[in-house]
Structure formats: structure tokens, C-alpha cells
């Protein structure tokens, strides 16, 4: 069902390709998981998880030497095309959740904290605040999936070098 989401995005997943791609029924998929909101949060769940394993495979834990080159090591696998679709269903989850759906709002919520200690374990060794500087990075790292987005690449790279130019 990941899969099928990752391919299809969430606005079409409805439940019985849900089912088709799980190899069940719709009813199965509700008797198991109670409802199709809850179905969503823990499919979520685990496409989070499964970006986390791609990220630390590609930067295992260790505390970098700087900031800048956190966030370049970062950008290299968020924008290749091996995360592509997490990032196409991010964005989708992120606009549903400013449309005020608050299923989407609280599941994006806790995607974004496991995200933040992630890159908080990353930091160099002298950041005085680890969680701070990755609430900040996150942030950068999420405007730079609009501008990438928008088509609009050049903004996102003269941002960040305004933004750690000494790092």
C-alpha cells in the first residue's frame, strides 16, 4: 500500500485500490484498521520510516563539521530522484493540512519532530542548540521544497548561501 501511495499520491487513495495493492477488501482494510483516516496515519508512518532508513543510509550518525554542509548533504538526497515521490507526497500532505484537515495536520506534526531530532543528532559537536539550529534547518529545508517546487531552484541556493555563509 506504501508503494501504491508513493505511485498515486493520497487524493486518489481511496480504499479498494488500497485493498487491490494490499492483496485484501476494502473491508478487510477498515476491520483492521477501523477507518480510512487511520489507515492514511499509519501508512504515513511508515512511508516516514521508510524515508528515515533511505536518509540514513545515504548520512549515517555522525555529528557533521558544519551546518552548511549538513544542510548540502541533506539537499542531495531530498532533491535526487531516489526520494522524489516522499517528496511529492509531503507536499500533498502538507497542503492538506492547510486546508485545515486536522488528521493531515497532526500526522505531519509528528513527521516533522522525528525529523527534527534526526537532523538535531547531525549537528557539529559545537552547535550550542542542536534542536534549535535543525528547527531552523528544517524550516530552510522546507521553503527549499517550494522553490524546487515552483521550478525555482536559483532562489533556494542563494538562500542558503545567505542563510550559513560562513559554515
Do not use: C
Amino acid at each position: 500500500m506504501a508503494a501504491h501511495v508513493l505511485d498515486h499520491g493520497l487524493t486518489s487513495a481511496s480504499l479498494r485500490p488500497l485493498a487491490k495493492a494490499a492483496g485484501t477488501s476494502d473491508r478487510m482494510l477498515i476491520y483492521h484498521f477501523g477507518s480510512k483516516d487511520r489507515l492514511v496515519a499509519e501508512l504515513l508512518v511508515t512511508i516516514a520510516a521508510d524515508l528515515t532508513v533511505k536518509l540514513d543510509a545515504a548520512l549515517p550518525l555522525r555529528q557533521t563539521s558544519d551546518k552548511k554542509m549538513l544542510l548540502n548533504e541533506v539537499l542531495a538526497v531530498v532533491r535526487s530522484p531516489v526520494v522524489a515521490a516522499y517528496i511529492r507526497l509531503w507536499r500533498e500532505v502538507v497542503a492538506t493540512a492547510a486546508l485545515g484537515e486536522q488528521a493531515h495536520r497532526e500526522m505531519a506534526a509528528g513527521i516533522i519532530e522525528g525529523y527534527v531530532a534526526w537532523l538535531a543528532d547531525r549537528m557539529p559537536a559545537d552547535e550550542p542548540d542542536p534542536r534549535g539550529a535543525a528547527m531552523a534547518m528544517l524550516t530552510v529545508i522546507e521553503g527549499i521544497h517550494v522553490m524546487d517546487a515552483a521550478g525555482l531552484p536559483q532562489i533556494a541556493d542563494v538562500a542558503i548561501e545567505a542563510l550559513y555563509p560562513f559554515d
